[in-house]
């Protein structure tokens, strides 16, 4: 941690434009050292975007942006030490087994021979490698390429780990693999900085997080603060009502939203939403806790996600 700056990330404003299209539009946010920080939003929200912009891949069209409290404008070499970065896409070199992969990293850090070989070994372990380490990465499952990219992010031991969809296409096993190892990296005081589109990984990870879509943030907060402002505590959900209309409740408390053929109800009670369990009788219902996934498909624009 830079002990004279106040945030791991802070954003003023910050615009990225690519021509006439503006992908990040004037968005404000600050993530805390120490903290994991989740970005959430449909494709093309802009995430991808604001990230490149943090680990100094693309510049800044407009806004402040401070990383450890250094410019991203005038310190980007400095900001390269702090970062350990993982991209949406994997771009591990393909001709290299698993160790040459993060030593061959290595080098272009500067790392010399023997520290480089034991910050290798280190990171192997610690992504559960070791034994696949003279594996060509072409032999790799995505699970494992993805473990190393995480790997590789971390050999010049960053205060930052910025992690673009570090889960999307994984097993369920091997996501909660990488949650307990993210987990673990930030007993050690590292800044988790991440998209996602899984709600439960941002629920169950993310201290506090940002929706963002079309490049504006539509809110922020802890993911409990999200589900209480923007989602009543209990949702009814009703599948194969076909034909059904959308009730429309008897009180104002409950919210009514439909997204395809399934119906919502948000409450802030399980009592309130008891008569419409009746009213919908021979249908299927789901009487259960909101969650962020809720919150999520009420903020962004529904139609782009049927
Ligand atoms: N290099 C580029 N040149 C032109 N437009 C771009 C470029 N990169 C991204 N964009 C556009 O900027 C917008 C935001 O893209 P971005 O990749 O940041 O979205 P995202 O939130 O990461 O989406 P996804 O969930 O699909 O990864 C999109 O409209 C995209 O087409
Ligand atoms: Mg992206």
Redesign the pocket.
Known sequence: MNAQSAFAVEARELV?R??D?T??DHINFTVNHGEAFG?L????????????MIYCR?PLTAGTLLVDGLDVTQQARQIKTRVGVVP?ENNLDPDLDVRENLLVYARYFGIKKAEAEQRTQETLELVALTEKQQVSVEELSGGMKRRLMIARALLNRPHILIL??PTTGLDPHVRHALWDMLRELRTRGITVLL?T?YMDEAEKLCDRLLI?ND?KILVSGTPRELIATHASAFALEVRGCNGHQLLQPATNHIIADKRGSTHFYFAPSSELLAPLIQAYEGCETYLRPSNLEDVFLQLTDKDRLH
């Open positions: 990225k690519y021509g299209l992908a990040v970005m939003g449909p494709n093309g929200a802009g995430k991808s975007t604001t990230m490149r693309t949406q673009d969809e998209s589109h963002i490049g």
